[in-house]
Nanobody
Framework: QVQLVESGGGLVQAGGSLRLSCEAS????????MAWYRQAPGKQREITAR???????NYADSVKGRFTISRTNAKKTLYLEMNSLKPEDTAVYYC?????????WGKGTLVTVSS
């Protein structure tokens, strides 16, 4: 099993920055890729950014050029650097670990961007 704990959320003004972290523990050797998802109030959860074991990254169009996903070499920590934040970025951000089986999710961290 894999345990994921997100941190770094909070309240920030539009145009500001935040860095989210996701600490992974357990069978992290089984992780093939990791991703950040977000769920805004009243909306479905959507993928924000993803990084695989080869370091390849993908971003949602809405965050390209503003957000950067990265992992430590030990794959224990996933980051999401968020810049030029907008009120529409307000959401609960979740960390997801993709394994050869049911994926794992963290409990999320709330990001609120005020206008």
């Amino acid at each position: 099993q894999v345990q994921l704990v997100e941190s770094g959320g909070g309240l920030v003004q539009a145009g500001g920055s935040l860095r989210l972290s996701c600490e992974a523990s357990g069978n992290i050797a089984n992780i093939n890729a990791m991703a950040w998802y977000r769920q805004a109030p009243g909306k479905q959860r959507e993928i924000t950014a993803r990084i695989d074991n080869g370091g390849r990254t993908n971003y949602a169009d809405s965050v390209k050029g503003r957000f950067t996903i990265s992992r430590t070499n030990a794959k224990k920590t996933l980051y999401l650097e968020m810049n030029s934040l907008k009120p529409e970025d307000t959401a609960v951000y979740y960390c997801r670990a993709e394994v050869n089986g049911p994926d794992y999710w963290g409990k999320g961290t709330l990001v609120t961007v005020s206008s």
